[in-house]
Structure formats: C-alpha cells, structure tokens
T-cell receptor
Framework: DQQVKQNSPSLSVQEGRISILNCDYTNSMFDYFLWYKKYPAEGPTFLISISSIKDKNEDGRFTVFLNKSAKHLSLHIVPSQPGDSAVYFCAASVAGYGGSQGNLIFGKGTKLSVKP | ETGVTQSPTHLIKTRGQQVTLRCSSQSGHNTVSWYQQALGQGPQFIFQYYREEENGRGNFPPRFSGLQFPNYSSELNVNALELDDSALYLC?????????????FGSGTRLTVV
C-alpha cells in the first residue's frame, strides 16, 4: 500500500520552460511534505518543503503547491535548467510519528530531464 | 563543515551472512536516520537514533539493528542476509529539532546479496 505516489516515472522538458512534478498521498494524517533532488551516485538533497497549514511555498525558481482536499502536491520549476536534471522524490511525514520526527514516507521518484 | 560519510560504498555478501554499514554524521548533528532504497523504489525508513537510543522504527524485522556512538556516528547491522536485502542504504544526519528538512544524506552503501 503506497501512501505517497509519484505516477510519472519520467518527465522531459525544454530548457527555459516550466517543469511540473506531481505527487499524490493517501494518508490524511500527513502534515508536512518535502521534495528532495537526487543526482546519480549522490544522496538526496533537500529542496523545498510545505506544512499542511499552507497551500504554497516558494523558494527562488521552485514552488510547491499543496491541495489538501485532493491530497495532491506539485513542484513547479521555472525556468527549468539542464542542471535540474535529476530524480525528484516527494516525501511526507507526520510530526512525532512513532516518536520519530524524521520518519519520512517517500514516493518512487520522477526522473526529470531538461534538454538544452 | 563536513558532510555525511558512509562506508563502504559498495559490498557484496552471501545470503545468510551478516553485514555492518557505517555512517559518520555531519558535524553538529545529533540524530541519524537510516533508509533502504531498493531498485526503482523510494527510500524506506528503517530507524532513527538520537542520544544513542532508537527513536523510531519502520517496518523492518529485528535482524535489522543499529547503534549510535557518543560522537553521533552510527552503524546499521543486518543479520541473516536475504536476497531482498540488496539495496542502497542511505544514512541521514540532522538535529533532532530540525526535522527532515534538516536532513543531510550520505551517498549511500550499495549492498548486493548473492
């Protein structure tokens, strides 16, 4: 039973255009959502997060939108650059779940390719 | 500021053997979390250590165990290895109050069980 789903295994975008990566979740107890970026042979790096009390969070070229009623979030990258080519993971957590603040539930990831 | 270092980077073990993976946390961090990433999957939470005690555990059997040392480094031990244990094992350090947005991941240890 996958609680966090990224239904697009891959996405290809032209440089300068917008990249939209989607993520759906099933557990209504999730109250904090994160996006991580992963390059080959490296560990994931934190990109941006959003609390369930917000519907939008922006950081430079990256914006995350949260639609709680639809249990859906998306990551927008504008403009996309070739260096953004990586695997993007959506993750969710419940604060204090199991006594662990860091118990993240990850999706399977979406591989983004930005073509020059 | 040093990052998270994991060792070894790769290793091959035989089914039934035991393995120990190591993680040196980032300077100043007091919490270590371990994740297993099978091929084509997202990372899956194994457990977290804080102040040398287990501070939460995912859905993994007891043959997965860990330690955290006074310098905040950590070990992941897996006994009676199974073929399905083949995966990338990721360690992430953080400050306990920073939560997951404060995670710094290592590059992982690729374990192959044959």
């Amino acid at each position: 039973d996958q609680q966090v789903k990224q239904n697009s295994p891959s996405l290809s975008v032209q440089e300068g255009r917008i990249s939209i990566l989607n993520c759906d979740y099933t557990n209504s107890m999730f109250d904090y959502f994160l996006w991580y970026k992963k390059y080959p042979a490296e560990g994931p790096t934190f990109l941006i997060s959003i609390s369930s009390i917000k519907d939008k969070n922006e950081d430079g070229r990256f914006t995350v939108f949260l639609n709680k009623s639809a249990k859906h979030l998306s990551l927008h990258i504008v403009p996309s650059q070739p260096g953004d080519s990586a695997v993007y993971f959506c993750a969710a957590s419940v604060a204090g779940y199991g006594g662990s603040q860091g118990n993240l539930i990850f999706g399977k990831g979406t591989k983004l390719s930005v073509k020059p | 500021e040093t990052g998270v270092t994991q060792s070894p980077t790769h290793l091959i073990k035989t089914r039934g053997q035991q393995v120990t993976l190591r993680c040196s946390s980032q300077s100043g961090h007091n919490t270590v979390s371990w994740y297993q990433q099978a091929l084509g999957q997202g990372p899956q939470f194994i457990f977290q250590y804080y102040r040398e005690e287990e501070n939460g555990r995912g859905n993994f059997p007891p043959r997965f165990s860990g330690l955290q040392f006074p310098n905040y480094s950590s070990e992941l031990n897996v006994n009676a290895l199974e073929l399905d244990d083949s995966a990338l094992y990721l360690c992430a350090s953080s400050l306990i109050m920073a939560g997951a947005s404060g995670y710094t991941f290592g590059s992982g240890t690729r374990l192959t069980v044959v």
